[in-house]
């Protein structure tokens, strides 16, 4: 900057003989200036140091950079005081006439003191160009700032704030290109001289940019009890200023106010139906039994409406994902933020909010739930290694749940606020029921813990379940109803209904059985099971995903989804599916999942190798011995 004035005041003194010349380069430099002076500020504000943007030094050149713009469009649109140059009473000539040289040369002279300079630019159209300029380079400061208490650290607020410009939000991209392209037009048409349809740009522009920005001002979701949300940048009021000076400079004078009137409102429906960085996330409708993606996860990454991008935080998706086990609406999501660490976030109103920071070390936790703000996890359980349940209040900046270190009475070091539970030793997997009980098994055990019951003070040993054969150590899942489904073997699955036997489901039909209308006569690998609301049994794996419905009829999911990797029945009656298509884990919720089972198509008849529903005809020979 010191620099371009000492170019500024060089510049000035070569063309010093030449008025025109120098007038333009007076106006030039004023231009230059304001915009330099902008671009240096922007870059420090965007770079997110405010102790360096607000430094008196900083402020200090920057206002005499200003100054010295104000003062080159000064003297660029001051008239020529001609009067002075040719005064009334001219000095006495000499007796002796002049050649036509001479008369040349001082012809010329004169020429260059009288000719016409560039016409005035108006102050209003001067305005309306440094505003559209600025309203420009608006678009490069920050337009929306996460305060983020999970990412305090030493350096202090600043540590905490995640700043975004309006080309950074994928939903605000069209919205920007829209302002940029009127913002360019308004500031050619205060340059070209075209007065009217600078006006109409400008009104059009500032409407524009007021009614989008306040639009996505009132659409900020509220913040969370600790402070965690966003809030609206620099760029923004920015924007809104500069919106608001536009609209006023292209009110004046009070001419051709119709048509300004028009533009004006055009620009406010622009504003308001154009899509911006708040704009409502795409939902696809939802067809009976087929399901969509949960939560936008593309890839295993969510992207939410503020262009927050949420890596999943486990290799199970559904241990990612939970909600409040009493119940109540809520949507809790653990990301992975390192590589032996976590975040919580809080997914509301489409936006995900980080909560609490986790250290867990190389096995990240499964998320259970959120019960009186407090989020249980189960830590740890790979391999041969100890696991932990605990209690995590959300009103944490950070906590470690590692469970590396035990302190001289063999508790597990965690951080002060966390409460642990129960521990075993591993391995342990969990998954949630629809009747809002955990399950953990691993090993020779399986217990069911109701979710009210995960209190301190809790003893496993209490909720041990051994529905029958083979269910000790292995995953269980019942319903409301009081339906159990349990794996007996690491192929076969066993479903007990009330008032009938315990029935064998799979492990019973010979290799390369179809699908049919029996589970029991069709070859199934399953790999996840749940029993939803209404008793219905879903069965994913390798195989299609499908359904056993109360009467023993098995029937595919109308929509073809295959490899899925988890189950989970929600109490309100959807069925969300954790799969991995070849290259990212992905969520897909059947809402209508309990209601709808009944009437999907019931898969076809066994064939004749393969029906387990009567006994084989023909005799064996066999033999034993005592």
Wanted: proline fraction near 9%.
């Amino acid at each position: 900057m010191p620099l371009a004035l000492a170019v500024v005041v060089l510049a000035d003194r070569l063309w010093a003989d030449r008025i025109p010349v120098r007038r333009q380069v007076r106006g030039w430099a004023a231009a230059g200036l304001t915009v330099l002076t902008a671009v240096v500020w922007t870059g420090l504000v965007v770079q997110g140091r405010s102790g360096c943007t607000t430094s008196p030094a900083v402020i200090g050149v920057i206002a005499c950079c200003a100054a010295a713009a104000v003062i080159c469009a000064h003297w660029a649109t001051r008239a020529v005081p001609v009067e002075e140059l040719l005064p009334e009473r001219p000095e006495k000539s000499s007796e002796e006439p002049l050649n036509q040289s001479e008369l040349r040369a001082t012809f010329v002279q004169l020429c260059d003191f009288v000719a016409p300079g560039p016409p005035r630019r108006s102050f209003a159209a001067l305005l309306s160009a440094a505003a559209a300029g600025l309203l420009l380079l608006s678009t490069l400061l920050p337009w929306r700032e996460l305060v983020d208490p999970v990412a305090l650290g030493p350096a202090g607020a600043e540590a905490g704030l995640l700043r975004s410009q309006l080309w950074e939000l994928p939903y605000a991209l069209t919205w920007a290109v829209l302002v940029a392209l009127l913002a360019v037009c308004t500031l050619a048409c205060s340059v070209a001289g075209l007065k009217l349809v600078r006006r109409t740009a400008a009104a059009a522009t500032g409407a524009l940019t007021i009614a989008g920005t306040l639009h996505a001002l009132l659409q900020l979701p509220p913040r969370l009890p600790d402070g965690v949300g966003y809030k609206p940048g620099l760029g923004a009021w920015t924007a809104l200023v500069l919106g608001v000076l536009l609209l006023l400079l292209s009110l004046l004078p009070l001419q051709q106010l119709p048509l300004v009137a028009a533009a004006s409102v055009v620009g406010v429906v622009g504003g308001v139906l154009v899509p911006d960085a708040m704009a409502a996330p795409y939902k696809p409708e939802v067809v009976a039994g087929s399901p969509h993606r949960l939560l936008n996860f593309n890839g295993g990454q969510l992207e939410d409406p503020l262009g927050m991008r949420v890596a999943i935080g486990t290799s199970d998706p559904l241990d990612s994902v939970a909600g409040n086990l009493d119940g109540s609406p809520g949507e809790w999501l653990l990301g992975r933020t390192g590589s032996e660490g976590s975040t919580v976030f809080a997914y509301a109103d489409g936006v995900a909010l980080p909560q609490v920071a986790l250290s867990h070390g190389a096995t990240p936790p499964a998320l259970l739930g959120v019960a009186d703000h407090r989020m249980l996890l189960l830590a740890g359980g790979a391999g041969d290694r100890h696991w932990a349940l605990l209690s995590v209040p959300l009103d944490l900046v950070s906590a470690d749940i590692s469970l590396s270190h035990r302190d001289p009475d063999g508790r597990y070091y965690v951080t002060p606020g966390v409460e642990v539970l129960a521990s075993g030793t591993g391995p342990a997997l969990t998954h949630r029921n629809a009747d809002r009980s955990i399950v953990i098994w691993g090993g020779t055990r399986t217990w069911q813990i109701p979710a009210a019951a995960l209190r301190p003070g809790m003893k496993l040993d209490d909720y041990l379940v051994n529905p029958g054969p083979g269910a000790p150590g292995n995953p269980v899942s019942t319903g409301p109803d009081g339906t159990v489904a349990w794996q007996t073997s690491q192929t076969g699955l066993a479903l007990h209904r009330p008032g009938s036997d315990p029935v064998q489901l799979t492990g019973v039909a010979p290799a390369g059985c179809p699908l049919s209308r029996d589970v029991a006569s069709s070859s199934l690998t399953v790999e996840a099971f749940a029993v939803d609301v209404r008793g219905n049994l879903w069965l994913g794996g390798s195989a299609p995903t499908a359904v056993v419905t109360p009467d023993g009829v098995l029937r595919p999911l109308p929509s073809w989804v295959a490899g899925v990797d988890s189950i989970e029945a929600r109490p309100d009656g959807s069925v969300v599916l954790g799969v991995s298509p070849g290259g990212g884990d992905q969520l897909l919720v059947v809402p209508d999942a309990a209601a709808s089972a009944a009437s999907y198509p019931a898969a076809g008849e066994p064939s004749a190798r393969c029906d387990r529903r009567k006994p084989g005809g023909g005799s064996t020979s066999s033999w034993a011995t005592p």
